[in-house]
Structures are given as C-alpha cells and as structure tokens.
C-alpha cells in the first residue's frame, strides 16, 4: 500500500510542466532527512488560484508561484512580508496558523546572485563563466566580486516588480526600465516610489541603447528579446542576468557571451530563491544548497 506524505508544497503557474522546483525541493527535502515531505506541481491559471489555495488541507506547508500568479497570490494572503507589500507580487505562500503568509524571495534571489557575481567582465578570449559549454544553463553558478549597481530592466511583470526592488537593495537610486507597453512602465511607477528609487523609463524600440548598466536583467517571456541579439552595443563589465532558463541558452545570452560579458541564467535565479523557500516551508535552515544544486543542474543537463 502506497502511503501518502504527511507535508506536501508544490509550484504553481501555467505552462508548468518545464519547472525544475520539484527537482531541487525533492533533492533537498531528502538531504535534510525529510522523508514524510513530497513536492509537486499543479498547472494553475491566475483565475483558478483561489479555489485551489481555499481545498488545499493541513499537510500543505506552502506554495511557489510562477507566471501568472504572483500578483494574485498576494492578494490572497492574509499576510505579507514588507518586500512582497513593496513589490506587489508574490513567489511564495507558507501555511500558518492564522492563514496564508507570502513572500517574495525572488529579491533575496537576485541580490544574492548579483552580489555573487559582480560586474566584472571575462577577459577577452574566454568564457565568462571560467570555461563551462556555452550551451550548459545554471554553468554561471558561482562566486564573483564585488558589484556595484547601475541597473536596466527589461520587461514590467511581477519579475520586473522583484528586479526592482532587488536593485533597490543593491543601493542602486534609478533603474532604468524597457518595455513593449508604456502603460506596464507607469504601472512600476508606484513600486519604485515605494521602494526609494528613481524610474527611468525606455521604449521598446529603444532597448538596444539601455545596455549601459553595470547590470541588465531580463524579466521578459521566451523570445520577446530575441531580437536585440546582434544589436547590443555590449561594453565590458556588464553582467546579463536573463531570467529564462528553458530554452537555454536564449539569443540574447548566447550573444552577451560571443561579447565575453558575464552571463546569469534562471536556473541562477532558481536555486536561490528555492532556498528561502525551503527553509521557511520546512523550518530547515540553512537548506542543503549543494544538494538542491546539484540536483538541479543535473536535471538542465539532462534535458
């Protein structure tokens, strides 16, 4: 007889089917010696969060959200971190005793990965991860320097809204902001107020000439800056941070690395926002991140 566990989480978003989460909580929940744990994925549209949140029993510890659900998921919450009320979005729901608590760790993430990595380009000639196959996604995991932030953001969604408060944390006193929609610019405009820093905003059609940045980071769909590849005027010390991670490498990172520009992926991004969120469903702490990573670059180089 098959025994069901005794705590579940699991990561919500539509499409979800390519979403490695499982992967690194399952790895981690068995590196902790959390036998009872099992992680999970539901494909969930924004307007069906609700009635999926409400039937949830008392096993489910918590929740990760990917596109389109975490401006919603934070509107269901009956409590907030301050960074997820400043963002307005959420990546993560914990089960507490008085409701739904969310977060966004997606900040946590991305400041960890961006200090991690620093600005520094790769000398001419080599690969800016220190030698990995271009076409291994997660290969930029790693250490760096010191980064010091001048920032650009494409795109205008709740990574956007993460990015900019990543930024913020950073000390950086304007992002400059590229998207398709002038309304999606104007909609970050209350964040960024909230968060203490200046938006500058760029059309679409300008993107090219926003790559100034000791950081770009790209928050937009699978082949929505697919153009910009070949027309990027990229400068040293500039570092990429394409939030995608499938399909991999994307145009525009394969073209930052033909440039010798530093490169992160989503799976960078991935691991460590996964970390918080494994500590805070489980009460582990500090996660086992080197477990989690392997696990996880294994299943990218699988695929």
């Excluded at 620093?118 to 030698?131: I, L, V």
């Excluded at 990015?163 to 000390?171: H, V």
């Excluded at 902001?177 to 104007?186: F, H």
Aim: hydrophobic letters at 50%.
């Amino acid at each position: 007889m098959t025994t069901s566990p005794s705590r579940r989480a699991a990561v919500c978003g539509k499409p979800i089917a390519h979403s490695l989460s499982p992967v690194i909580h399952n790895a981690g929940f068995a590196a902790a010696g959390l036998s009872g744990w099992a992680y999970s994925s539901f494909e969930c549209a924004e307007s069906e969060l609700a009635g999926l949140v409400g039937g949830l029993g008392p096993e489910w510890a918590g929740l990760s959200l990917t596109m389109p659900l975490k401006e919603e998921g934070l509107r269901l919450a009956s409590s907030a971190t301050a960074v997820a009320l400043a963002v307005g979005a959420a990546n993560t729901l914990v089960r507490r005793d008085d409701g739904w608590h969310a977060d966004n760790t997606d900040v946590a993430g991305m400041v960890r990965v961006l200090t991690d990595a620093g600005p520094a380009a790769a000398p001419t000639g080599a690969e800016p991860d220190g030698g990995a196959a271009p076409d291994t996604p997660g290969s930029e995991l790693g250490g760096g320097s010191a980064f010091a932030p001048t920032v650009t953001v494409l795109g205008g969604g709740g990574t956007a809204r993460a990015a900019l408060a990543a930024a913020a944390q950073l000390g950086a006193p304007a992002v400059t902001v590229v998207t398709r929609r002038p309304a999606a610019r104007e909609e970050l405009r209350p964040v960024a107020e909230a968060l203490g820093i200046t938006l500058r905003g760029v059309a679409w059609e300008d993107a090219s000439a926003a790559f100034e940045a000791d950081a770009v980071i790209s928050t937009v769909p699978r082949g929505a800056a697919d153009h910009l590849a070949g027309d990027v005027p990229w400068r040293a010390g500039t570092v990429l941070f394409d939030a995608l991670y499938d399909p991999w490498p994307t145009p525009l990172a394969a073209d930052a690395r033909a440039h010798h520009v530093r490169v992160l992926s989503g799976l960078d991004l991935l691991l460590a926002q996964a970390l918080s969120q494994f500590e805070q469903f489980t009460g582990v702490t500090p996660a086992p991140e080197e477990a989690m990573r392997a696990a996880l670059l294994a299943a990218a180089a699988a695929r």
